[in-house]
């Protein structure tokens, strides 16, 4: 198909696509002529992936590139959801060593999840740290219960995102139900905890 056709398949105007064409974001056509290039379905799948990263995840040009750049690389699946994790979910990479913590190390042990580093283990860790730091206290029985919840949630969650071939749709279901879950997994829990407000303090 031509520009004209491609933009018209993906609602996306051609000033747009061709944005995206020079930032990277989107390949090459297949040269027909000087002036002229043909896309195909491949294409189509990179619009609809770059404009629910835009739209629904709210991720910014250079972050869309770094994510598309790792697919196109063709680097392992595990690094490139790890990097997707790691950009939809603000896991910013820490400046040094980030010190592990007793609490953070108990639940990996609870849950058997792999004790290796990751952005999420560093996450975890300083979050945890600075917890602490307020004085707020970590039980064992309360991040037993987290843990044990999340696990199962994130379990589904992968699930949907390993069962895809074409990596543009990997991408799209890694990105948005990442933010999306995590959201609604934060709106659930506010409710849970009005209700429970409710039914102590007035007895609802």
């Given at each position: 198909m031509q520009l004209k056709e491609l933009s018209s398949a993906t609602g996306t105007s051609t000033a747009s696509i061709k944005f995206y064409l020079r930032e990277g974001l989107l390949p090459a056509g297949h040269t027909v002529h000087p002036t002229r290039a043909s896309?195909?379905?491949?294409h189509i799948k990179r619009l609809e992936l770059i404009r629910s990263l835009r739209q629904i995840v709210g991720l910014n040009i250079g972050q869309i590139r770094s994510i598309v750049k790792m697919a196109?690389?063709?680097?392992?699946?595990?690094?490139?959801?790890?990097?997707?994790?790691?950009?939809v979910l603000n896991l910013e990479p820490a400046a040094g060593d980030v010190?592990?913590?007793a609490a953070a190390d108990a639940v990996v042990?609870?849950?058997?999840?792999?004790?290796?580093?990751?952005?999420?283990?560093?996450?975890?860790?300083?979050h945890v740290a600075a917890m602490q730091d307020l004085?707020?206290?970590?039980?064992?029985?309360?991040?037993?219960?987290?843990s044990s919840?999340?696990?199962?949630?994130a379990g589904l969650d992968l699930e949907l995102?390993?069962?895809?071939?074409d990596v543009n749709d990997v991408i799209l279901t890694a990105a948005v139900g990442m933010h999306m879950h995590s959201q609604l997994m934060l709106k659930l829990l506010a409710v849970a905890q009005a209700s429970h407000a409710i039914r102590t303090l007035?007895?609802?």
């Amino acid at each position: 198909m031509q520009l004209k056709e491609l933009s018209s398949a993906t609602g996306t105007s051609t000033a747009s696509i061709k944005f995206y064409l020079r930032e990277g974001l989107l390949p090459a056509g297949h040269t027909v002529h000087p002036t002229r290039a043909s896309y195909t379905a491949d294409h189509i799948k990179r619009l609809e992936l770059i404009r629910s990263l835009r739209q629904i995840v709210g991720l910014n040009i250079g972050q869309i590139r770094s994510i598309v750049k790792m697919a196109d690389d063709g680097v392992p699946r595990l690094s490139l959801l790890a990097h997707v994790q790691r950009v939809v979910l603000n896991l910013e990479p820490a400046a040094g060593d980030v010190e592990r913590t007793a609490a953070a190390d108990a639940v990996v042990r609870m849950r058997s999840w792999p004790d290796v580093p990751s952005d999420a283990r560093d996450a975890l860790d300083r979050h945890v740290a600075a917890m602490q730091d307020l004085g707020i206290n970590l039980p064992l029985e309360l991040l037993d219960r987290y843990s044990s919840a999340v696990d199962a949630i994130a379990g589904l969650d992968l699930e949907l995102t390993t069962a895809g071939e074409d990596v543009n749709d990997v991408i799209l279901t890694a990105a948005v139900g990442m933010h999306m879950h995590s959201q609604l997994m934060l709106k659930l829990l506010a409710v849970a905890q009005a209700s429970h407000a409710i039914r102590t303090l007035e007895g609802g």
